[in-house]
């Protein structure tokens, strides 16, 4: 427990409005009500990772492959395709979550197809982002600590 952790530098502010604007990070993400549920609600991300997982996330995706944040792409028997967040799944079925948030639970003997989307849906920020941008978003990232109180 003795060690401290700093938090990032970067200027707050800069990073909120990269994240909803050039960005484009809502497109996805969802934060305290706001975005979509593409991928993973980052309202309390600075709680559970390190300023340094969220930068790593950030330039190498693919890294940071956990099982909530993959693609399901699935075909009902009636050819229906339906692709969504993974959220659960057990021997016969799989639940996930499109991106306005609808959950969809199927029946995996009802499917003609069934996988996981390869590589990660989140483009890295490497080469989009300055170093500086880059540590502003992290410093964003890292100050959400789940929802504001009214």
Not at 8 to 21: A, C, S, T, V, Y
Not at 84 to 113: M, Y
Not at 118 to 132: E, I
Request: aromatic share 6%; glycine share 10%; net charge neutral.
């Amino acid at each position: 427990q003795g060690s401290h952790v700093e938090a990032p530098h970067g200027d707050l502010r800069r990073g909120q409005m990269i994240f909803e604007g050039r960005g484009r990070c809502l497109n996805c993400h969802r934060i305290n009500g706001l975005g979509s549920y593409a991928a993973t609600d980052l309202s309390d991300i600075g709680i559970i990772r390190s300023s340094d997982y969220l930068e790593r996330s950030l330039v190498d995706p693919a890294a940071s492959d956990l099982p909530e944040h993959r693609l399901i792409r699935a075909v009902t028997s009636d050819g229906t395709v339906i692709t969504g967040r993974h959220l659960n799944e057990d021997t016969f079925t799989v639940q996930l979550i499109d991106s306005k948030g609808n959950l969809i639970s199927l029946l995996k003997p009802q499917l003609k197809a069934y996988e996981v989307v390869k590589g990660a849906a989140m483009p890295s920020y490497r080469g989009r982002l300055s170093p500086g941008e880059l540590e502003d978003l992290v410093r964003y990232l890292y100050s959400l600590k789940g929802p504001v109180a009214r």
